[in-house]
Structures are given as C-alpha cells and as structure tokens.
C-alpha cells in the first residue's frame, strides 16, 4: 500500500510518525509513505504536481493546511478519488504565546484557523496522535470522525538495554527540547538551582535550547548548552552519546500541552537515559522512582533528581520500568494496520 504525505516541509513529526522500521511486518503488509513537501512540489506543474501526489492509495496532509491551496487539494483529490486525512499531533485550534510569538502569531491567524476548520469538516477525517489530543477536538467539532493512533513515537526494543550505554564519570543533569519549551524548562529553575548549591559535582546541560539565565550566571563552569543539530537523525544519534544521568520532562499545565505526545520522554529511553517528568498530559501515569503515583507527586523535583543521581539502584531500576512501558510501543505492526484501516 501506498500512502501520500503532504507536509510543507520534511521535519522531525514527519520522521517519527512515517519513518518508523517496518522490517518486522510482512511484505504483503508494508505501507510505503510517500513523504511530498509542498515548498518543493508547487513548483512542479499541475499536471506533474498530482500525478506525483495522488500515486497513492490516500492522502495524508501533516499538519499542512495551506491557506491558499488547501481548498485546491482537496477538490483534487476528490476528483481524482481519494480519501484525505488531516493528521494533527498539536492542538493547533489553541496554541499558546508561550511556544514563540512568531510561530503564535502564524498559527492564530484568521486565515490560518480558517483553513485548519476547513481542512478539519473537508477531509475524511483527522489522525490524532493522542486520545486527549481527540477528546479536545471533538469537544469543538463533534461531527468530525477522528482516528487516535494506537501509539506515537515508535520504540525499538530490541536495540537496548540498560548496559548499552556509557555515562558520563559525574553526574550530568539533562534537558532536551526546542525554545519553544522554555516555559516548560523555567518550571525547574528553581529546584535546579538548589541541587547545584547543594552539590558542586553535578553538571546541567541543555540540548536545543538555551540555558536559563539564572542557572548560567550562578553556574558558568557547571551550566552549558549543546550546539543543535540539523537533522532528526543526528539528534537521537547525539543524544544517545550525551552520557547523562537523568532526563528532565517538565510541563506547564495548559491544553496545548495537556494534548501533547510524548515523544520526548521515549526518545530519552531510546537514549539510555532514565527519566524524570511531570505527571500531566502525556506523561501521566508513566513509570516513576516512588512504587505509585501519589507517593511521587508529594516529592518535589529537587528530592526526585538528588534520589536518582546519587543512586545507582534507583536510576536503575527506573530506566527498566520505563523501558517496559515505553514496550507498548514497539510493534510496527500495530501502525502498519492503523493506516490500512482507515483506507476502507
């Protein structure tokens, strides 16, 4: 089966959503996603634009809503007989000021909103990432038929363990994430500041995103941030290097990130990093250092990063129960017959 992916243009959702191994399904039973950025196909002609396009068994628009094409999308593929399907793992009706007044600014527009709800009623129906991603929209388009996605980012099992990995000789506190999570990072400031006034030997580092200013000034020689990289590839791969202790996976509460996925907390256990997160959103009910989800929540971030540095048993024993649980989504299969489903 053959499955066309619009997006504007090729980016980390892209690879982790349709380029997950397949080398476990049958043959017979592989989808090949076609993967079509719009900044690029628009230049074709239209005759070679949706012979390219519609060479499918349907249509996926990633997040791709285009003010000025979408209505012309979708004529197309209705006449040349295919099923669309807006896939969204944002709740992009809302978005918050918080992920960068630029990309604010983009997303609530008038035309851009107009042509989300247009892209939304219009097509076959939305992929949501999430079922409190598809529990939001469906409170404000009842009508809309929405297929929540058996799980997200996928994770490879096979390739881990909790030895695979070499840590650094100290210990090394981590953060990973765009600007667009400063918000998020700032909800630890304080907290990080106590454990690096209570104990020089650790370090804290940031990935993709700048360090607070605070923990910079205080901190120089212990507090710095790593250059990004280009490619989503190149980012599990760096990851994977840093040797970090633990993970850091805070959310501020808000419905934008209430619908979120949670991709950063299986790429950190794709990584070989234990984890430590916010029981909000996507990351309630993951595996935590307390035997349940109370007993965690009376602890604050500081006891829960000094408890997982200074113990290697805890650190341990909390990467394998994050390892079981990030299982759930290991099986290709299970996605292979999502998007061959909803083809009927």
């Known amino acids: 089966m053959k ?44 005759f070679s634009r949706y012979l390219t396009l519609f060479d499918c068994e349907y249509l996926i628009l990633s997040r791709w809503y285009s ?50 709800y247009a892209a939304a009623e219009l097509s076959d129906g939305i992929i949501a990432s999430t079922n409190l991603l598809a529990n939001q929209i469906n409170e404000i388009l009842p009508s809309t038929e ?23 000789v ?60 280009e490619s989503y590839e190149e980012f599990q791969s760096v990851l994977s290097s840093l040797g970090w202790w633990v993970a850091l996976a805070p959310l501020t509460q808000n419905i934008f990130n209430y619908c979120k996925t949670n991709t950063k907390f299986v790429e950190y256990i794709q990584a070989g990093i234990p984890v430590i997160a916010s ?23 500081l006891e829960k990063i000094e408890t997982v540095i200074f113990s290697k048993a805890s650190r341990n024993l909390l990467y394998e129960r994050q390892i079981r649980y990030c299982s759930d989504f290991s099986d290709p299969n299970v996605l292979v017959g999502f998007y061959r489903s909803i083809a009927c």
Not at 21 to 45: G, I, N, R, T
Request: hydrophobic share 35%.
């Open 146 to 168: 929405i297929f929540v996605l058996p799980y997200w980012r996928h994770f490879d099992n096979r390739k881990y363990s909790c030895t695979d990995f070499i840590k650094r």
């Open 170 to 229: 100290y210990p090394v506190i981590g953060y990973m994430g765009t600007q667009t999570h400063a918000d998020d990072l700032e909800l630890l400031t304080p907290d990080l500041d106590q454990v690096l006034h209570r104990n020089p030997s650790i370090v804290f580092e940031t990935f993709g995103i700048d360090m607070p200013k605070l923990l910079f000034e205080k901190y120089p020689n212990r507090c710095s941030t790593l250059d990004k990289v």
């Open 3 to 46: 499955i066309s992916v619009l997006c504007e243009t090729i980016q980390a959702t892209q690879s982790i959503a349709y380029f997950f191994d397949q080398s476990l399904v049958p043959d017979d039973q592989k989808v090949k996603f076609q993967l079509h950025a719009w900044a690029e196909l628009k230049h074709l002609d239209t």
């Open 279 to 301: 029981n909000y959103g996507p990351y309630q009910n993951t595996p935590t250092i307390s035997d349940n989800q109370i007993g965690d929540q009376q602890c604050s971030w």
């Open 67 to 116: 003010p000025d094409h979408i209505h012309e999308i979708l004529r197309e593929a209705r006449n040349n007989g295919k099923k669309v399907f807006l896939h969204l793992d944002d709740f992009l009706f809302s978005v918050p000021k918080s992920i960068g007044i630029k990309k604010w600014r983009h997303y609530s527009s008038a035309k851009m909103l107009e042509a989300l």
